[in-house]
């Protein structure tokens, strides 16, 4: 019973039943509508008809009125035939007090009708009057009364004749004729209305049973799944679209996390092997007393090296939560800039390399975090020094262009390989001749660029031909 409570309240069935009530609540006012309207139409060409006959009586019993009885028998002939040939309406020809004088109803003779008051009073006054009345229980239904005054050749009003509908069967007729219509209608409206909304909602429902089908694979780990409505020009269409774009970037996130893992596990792999290796081999004495020291050295450079593994994706995950423009500050990047050149110069001085420094002595306001963008061009500048051919000139340089200060970093070494240019940004990404050469990196120093330019809003370019290798970025200039 809950599954079959859960299954009808699901969204094909609470379409289909929205649409359905609106279906049906339209056809009942519809109904109703077009039955008063046919209802009181009929009734308002009746009356006017019964109230024409009424008035060719009416006409024919001013003398009869006046003189207070018909004058000669062929007089009472004229009016007898005239109501025989109106075999569907019967008629009351009353004094002005509103008593019957003369009925063409054979059931009416020996009693006296009196008609009401309020209906004498509408005939009398307006010119006509009707009512449905049962003339104070004389009938044993309501019948529909219709009159007109007698006016005779002084224009004076003496009486009224009133017209009696002998049944209501017409109305009955059309009010059973318009039902029995109306429900066939209603029903291949209904008809028509539930196949429609059953292949729209289906139409409709497909494609999110089939996302919510794909969001459970995705859950166990299967991002490869589609949605296949992504041609819809619909609402339905876009959320296909958009959902397809969603599954592309988790996976493309799973891709990365699992390189991530995989990088990470090789960082850290290496230098735990060769701890762990050279304590057993101290502690089991395979390693002898005499050397202990140097392979304690080598133990120490590893850890230290693991501890900079770690406090770097630290500091990754803080630069990833922050936002250096969210307060809108400005600091002057020249001088950040003569700071680091200042910091790298025992390195700089190491490797026997020259500084072409192109900054001006006037200040150049950026948008950003200071602390963020110093740590930007040491980086880079470190990382042109690391790979500087020795006694070549690194280049450090800013201008302003277009509203930016473009800040460039270039060294002359080795040429970079174009497919290897897009890698450089990745984690714990090196090449061959960084691992062979730099034991102390830990693969995120340009990592760490990228994500800090990502959080300013920058992108970094990369360009290495015939040996000259040169990266630049972008800043916000006041």
Known sequence: MKRLGARFRGLYWRQMF????????????????????????LRQERTS???????????????????????????????????????????????????????????????????????????????SGSSRTNLNGVYPEKRLLVGVPVVDSSGAQVGAVFA???????L?????????????????????????????AMRQVRPIREMVAATRRYADGDFDIRMKDTDRNDEIGELAGSFNTMAESLQQTERKRREFIANISHELKTPMTTIAGYTDGILDGTIPYESEKQYLQIIAGESRRL????????????????????????????????????????KITDRGLDVDADIPDEPILVLGDNDMITQVIYNLLE?????????????????????????????????????????????FH????????????????????????????????VTSEDGVTTFSFSLTAE
């Open 430 to 461: 090196k090449s061959d001749k960084s691992r062979s050469e730099d034991k102390t990196g830990v693969g995120l120093g340009l990592y760490i660029v990228k994500t800090i330019l990502e959080q300013h809003r920058e992108k970094i370019d």
């Open 49 to 127: 008809d019964m109230a024409t006959r009424a008035a060719v009586v009416a006409r024919l019993s001013a003398g009869y009125l006046r003189n207070g009885g018909f004058t000669s028998e062929a007089e009472l002939s004229t009016l007898t035939g005239f109501a025989a040939s109106v075999s569907d309406l019967n008629f009351l020809i009353c004094d002005s007090q509103g008593r019957t004088l003369l009925s063409t109803d054979s059931g009416l003779d020996g009693l006296s009708v009196t008609i009401p008051q309020n209906l004498m009073n509408e005939t009398m006054v307006k010119g």
């Open 383 to 427: 990382n042109a020094a690391k790979f500087a051919t020795p006694g070549s000139v690194l280049y450090l340089g800013v201008a302003r262009r277009d509203g930016k200060a473009r800040i460039t970093v270039r060294n002359l070494g080795d040429t970079i390989p174009p497919g290897e240019l897009p890698l450089l940004f990745e984690r």
């Open 307 to 346: 501890s900079r593994l770690v406090r770097r994706m630290l500091d990754v995950s803080q630069l990833q939560a922050m936002d250096p423009l969210k307060n809108g500050c400005h600091f002057d990047v020249c001088e950040s800039m003569r700071r680091v050149l200042i910091s790298m110069e025992k």
């Open 164 to 170: 009696v509908s002998v049944v209501h069967s017409s």
């Open 172 to 200: 009955d007729e059309m009010w059973q004729g318009f039902i029995g219509l109306f429900i066939m209608t209603a029903c291949v409206v209904l008809m028509v209305a539930f196949m429609a909304s059953s292949v729209t």
């Open 18 to 41: 929205v649409t359905m009530g609106t279906v049906l609540l339209t056809l009942a006012l519809l109904g109703a509508s077009y039955c008063a309207l046919g209802y009181n139409f």
